[in-house]
């Protein structure tokens, strides 16, 4: 696929060269794309050690709330 005189090897390239640019001036957006990636992944393992299958009717936990 032809875009207006650029090779697809040269548009992946120019792209990857982008994204290196991208990266190495502005650290910051991806250590916080890993920071959040890892309190995701930290908050779905705290789900499921919490899952033990057991529930609580909801208007018992109204009660509580509003009680």
């Avoid at 982008?18 to 908050?43: G, H, T, Y």
């Amino acid at each position: 696929m032809e875009l207006h005189g650029i090779s697809k090897s040269e548009l992946r390239d120019m792209i990857k060269e982008a994204m290196i640019n991208v990266l190495a001036e502005r650290r910051d957006l991806l250590e916080e794309a890993v920071a959040e990636a890892i309190l995701d992944m930290k908050l779905g393992l705290a789900i499921e050690e919490g899952d033990t299958g057991e529930y609580v009717p909801e208007s018992e936990i109204l009660s509580k709330l509003l009680g």
